[in-house]
């Protein structure tokens, strides 16, 4: 029986393997990794940094597919395992308010959060610089696009499962316009989806080494009896280039911009081929997870070296343990972040 518990439905389908025998890791792989390879689709070379959602007693997703032309653009898939995906042929027909066709001009790094009735899909995308995109859908058949919550530049945005405090809210990372050498976690809310403010920085790089360049939000926050679980990306340079881990950390359930455990361990960093090797070299990149409330097993989904999708597991006890009994936090970490 968990001790921590995950404040979610529960999920007892969704894909599980146990942790292997002898590890002491905090997430485990898939044995079936990367579960997504290369050339998925016609016009489709690499599909990577993409984000699942149950759905109708199976699971549904956005990926990012690297078209052959080297743009990026959203594509929707099924699963009736949460493992082995089948894609729709044509990238999702987004439209605006009016119904009329609305394409983003490139659309990359997808999240896909059900808030209440509605799933939201949130991605970086051209607003005369990267910036996000959000649309919304109930159907999975039309995905009608919002308003763009901030100017350039920002990326890795992603909803919050739930309003707090009667607020949508929002964790992203402003950002520049190029491969950004530096980048922090904020925090934004919204009374409708369509105008953000009340923005609060979450947290900074840190001197850990495996973060101390840049950081960016991951998979949805996750419910807990200990705070909001965040799956994180943390990177650091080298003199060979960027290398991204996955982190940890544990946000207040009411004032999520407080940290209240931050783990200075990463919690998956490449070591596997389809992470070390691909179209960008050492790369994990979290985007969704799955999760049980009964059991406490969670499920990671994470982009490989910007050319695959891995699947790690862990479950709630484990992975909040060792946060905590990992955890450093810095002054700005734990308060409002509000200057
Ligand atoms: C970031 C984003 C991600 C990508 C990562 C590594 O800036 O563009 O989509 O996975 O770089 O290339």
Not at 113 to 136: M, N
Not at 301 to 310: E, L
Request: net charge negative; proline share 7%.
């Amino acid at each position: 029986m968990s001790e921590v518990k995950l404040l979610c439905p529960s999920l007892p389908d969704m894909p599980w393997q146990e942790k292997p025998a002898g590890s002491t890791a905090p997430l485990w792989r898939h044995t079936e990794n990367p579960i997504i390879s290369r050339n998925p689709l016609p016009g489709v070379a690499r599909i990577f940094n993409s984000a699942v959602a149950p759905y109708e007693g199976g699971f549904i997703g956005v990926f990012r597919g690297e078209q052959t032309n080297g743009v990026p653009h959203i594509y929707l898939g099924r699963s009736q395992d949460g493992v082995h995906w089948s894609f729709d042929a044509e990238k999702i027909p987004f439209v605006d308010k009016d119904g009329k066709p609305a394409q983003p001009v490139y659309a990359y790094d997808p999240r896909l959060v059900k808030v209440e009735d509605t799933y939201y899909v949130i991605w970086c995308q051209d607003f005369y610089g990267a910036s996000i995109g959000v649309a919304k859908t109930t159907d999975f058949k039309t995905f009608t696009r919002l308003e763009n919550p901030f100017i350039p530049f920002n990326r890795n945005a992603v909803l919050f499962p739930r309003r707090i405090g009667g607020m949508y809210t929002m964790l992203s990372r402003p950002s520049d316009s190029g491969h950004t050498p530096f980048g922090d976690i904020f925090l934004s809310q919204s009374p409708d989806m369509e105008f953000w403010g009340r923005h609060r920085h979450v947290m900074s790089k840190s001197d850990n080494w495996w973060e101390n360049l840049k950081i960016g939000g991951g998979a949805a926050p996750i419910e807990t009896s200990e705070g909001w679980l965040l799956f994180y990306h943390g990177v650091t340079g080298t003199c060979n280039g960027y290398v991204y881990s996955i982190g940890g950390a544990i946000l207040d359930i009411d004032e999520p911009s407080r940290v209240l455990y931050r783990c200075s361990n990463f919690l998956l960093t490449p070591e596997e081929w389809y992470e070390e090797r691909g179209f960008v070299p050492n790369v994990c990149f979290p985007c969704a997870t799955f999760q049980d409330g009964d059991t406490g097993r969670i499920a990671v989904y994470y982009g490989c070296a910007d050319s695959y999708v891995g699947l790690a597991f862990t479950t709630v006890d484990q992975v909040v343990g060792y946060i905590k009994a990992h955890s450093r936090t810095s002054q700005t970490d734990c308060e409002l972040g509000a200057r």
